[in-house]
């Protein structure tokens, strides 16, 4: 999951956090969502609630916020991160859910 995020990052197109996820969601701009671990309860259940509304893969990723940030190659914390545009990862076709 970390080399196809890293290829994401590096070729498609991203946005980290959780306002600027919303917005992209709310233009139903983003194709995924990934969420960390240890994002607050009712802060996720928003995400997936305008994810569901928007049509949107949601993908739980396993490690917490800070190794969501660094596996985008970041050096800080990131508990959401929309995909808007894959690039040559083929990340959207991976997860399924």
Not at 53 to 65: E, R, S
Request: glycine share 6%.
């Amino acid at each position: 999951m970390n080399s196809k995020l890293k290829l994401v990052m590096k070729s498609g197109k991203a946005i980290l956090g959780y306002k600027a996820s919303v917005k992209s969601l709310r233009k139903s701009k983003s194709k995924m969502i990934l969420i960390s671990s240890n994002c607050p309860p009712l802060r996720k259940s928003e995400v997936e609630y305008y994810a569901m509304l928007a049509k949107t893969k949601v993908h739980h990723y396993t490690g917490d916020n800070t190794a969501l940030g660094t596996a985008c190659g970041k050096f800080y914390n990131c508990s959401v991160l929309s995909i808007i545009d894959a690039g040559d990862s083929d990340i959207l076709a991976s997860v399924k859910e």
